[in-house]
Nanobody, 124 residues
Framework: QVQVRESGGGTVQTGGSLRLSCVLSGTRFTYDTVEWYRQAPGKRRELVTTVTSGGNTNYADSVKGRFTISTDNAKNTAFLQMNSLKPEDTGVYYC??????????????????WGQGTQVTVSS
């Protein structure tokens, strides 16, 4: 099985920066995509950015030019660099990875695995 764990959240002032990390752990797996979502209080979870195993990226219009997603495949880690943060960026940030692996009985598995989230608070 594969597990996803986020870290790096915290509280910053408007205009500040944070770097979130998303570590994928498990045995003999590959990933197709890693995505960052966020959920503000009282709002629906929204997709912030996506990176494919090939390095292609997409961003929500609200974060373009301010956020950057990257990966360190050797460490099975994805990063979300967030600059010029705004109060509306506040929320719980979740990492989700679409992964593939094989069970002990050789059965193939493809699934999306979610982390527990990390809180980001931007004060005005």
């Amino acid at each position: 099985q594969v597990q996803v764990r986020e870290s790096g959240g915290g509280t910053v002032q408007t205009g500040g920066s944070l770097r979130l990390s998303c570590v994928l752990s498990g045995t003999r797996f590959t990933y197709d995509t890693v995505e960052w979502y966020r959920q503000a209080p009282g709002k629906r979870r929204e997709l912030v950015t996506t990176v494919t195993s090939g390095g292609n990226t997409n961003y929500a219009d609200s974060v373009k030019g301010r956020f950057t997603i990257s990966t360190d495949n050797a460490k099975n880690t994805a990063f979300l660099q967030m600059n010029s943060l705004k109060p509306e960026d506040t929320g719980v940030y979740y990492c989700a990875a679409s992964v593939a692996y094989t069970l002990s009985d050789s059965s193939p598995v493809r699934e999306r695995v979610w982390g527990q989230g990390t809180q980001v608070t931007v004060s005005s």
